[in-house]
């Protein structure tokens, strides 16, 4: 009998590790929809909230909602940079990195130019 006609088992199980391996590639790709959501900071609980899958994007941090656009976005890297309204002259330039715990958990480094904050997801 040919190996055609048999159940090889080591085939198999490529094409379900090549399966997860492209599902999980393109759950971490699409970062605007992946970001959006409730987030705190880690040490000093600040409220985050990230509107980035809409037409319409924001950030609010305690309280105040700011305008950004998306100015590049590595999925690579897992990082947005936006260019936000904050009430200056020129919107500031502000860093989004996905900071992975495991392969479904990650946390956010956002990066402003007065400060880093660590987000993680926000309870309730």
């Known amino acids: 009998m040919t190996q055609i006609g048999k159940f090889n ?11 997860l391996t492209l599902v999980n590639c393109s759950q971490k790709a699409d970062l605007q929809k992946q970001m ?3 987030w ?3 040490v000093t609980h600040e409220a ?3 509107k980035f899958d809409g037409t319409s994007k ?7 909602t700011y305008p950004a656009t998306i100015e590049d976005m590595d999925q690579e890297k897992g990082e947005l940079r936006l260019k936000v309204q904050n ?8 860093v989004m990195t996905q900071l992975w715990e ?3 958990r990650f946390n956010i480094v956002m990066e402003k130019p007065d400060r880093k904050l660590v987000l993680i997801p926000r309870k309730g």
């Open 9 to 19: 088992p080591l085939l198999w199980l490529a094409v379900v590790l090549t399966a």
């Open 40 to 42: 705190e900071e880690r």
């Open 48 to 50: 985050v909230v990230l």
């Open 36 to 38: 959006s959501g409730k």
């Open 102 to 104: 495991d392969s479904d």
């Open 87 to 94: 009430g200056g002259t020129e919107p500031e330039v502000w």
């Open 58 to 64: 924001t950030v609010s941090v305690d309280g105040k």
